[in-house]
């Protein structure tokens, strides 16, 4: 089956920004929607904003306002702009689509601390 990497996590202080990556080299993401999910330590994967093939997005409300997600085709690419991070914003960040049973990556770890 597929894999799912994601990429562009680390160690930030709060109010800073990453911009995570995810992308395939067996799926490919264009026709499907896409999103993003984050699993603090010792709790259950979260779901934090999807965007649908056309372009159209939708956001849980922990992220809304700070966190962007979009997606390049030509690079089958998702990335999840994060702004003002918070140390509640720490956790291992996933890509996976919401309609299909694809297994999950690695993920990539963020973590937000002074």
């Known amino acids: 089956q597929g894999q799912l990497v994601e990429s562009g996590g680390g160690l930030v202080q709060p109010g800073e920004s990453l911009r995570l990556s995810c992308t395939s080299s067996?799926?490919?993401?264009?026709?499907?929607?896409m999103a993003w999910y984050r699993q603090a330590p010792g709790k259950q994967r979260e779901f934090l904003v999807t965007i649908y093939a056309d372009g159209s997005t939708n956001y849980g409300g922990s992220v809304q306002g700070r966190f962007t997600i979009s997606r390049d085709t030509a690079k089958n690419t998702v990335y999840l702009q994060m702004n003002s991070l918070k140390p509640d914003d720490s956790g291992v960040y996933y890509c996976n689509n919401p309609h299909q049973d694809w297994s999950w990556g690695r993920g990539t770890e963020v973590t937000v601390s002074s």
């Open positions: 067996t799926l490919i993401f264009n026709n499907y929607p």
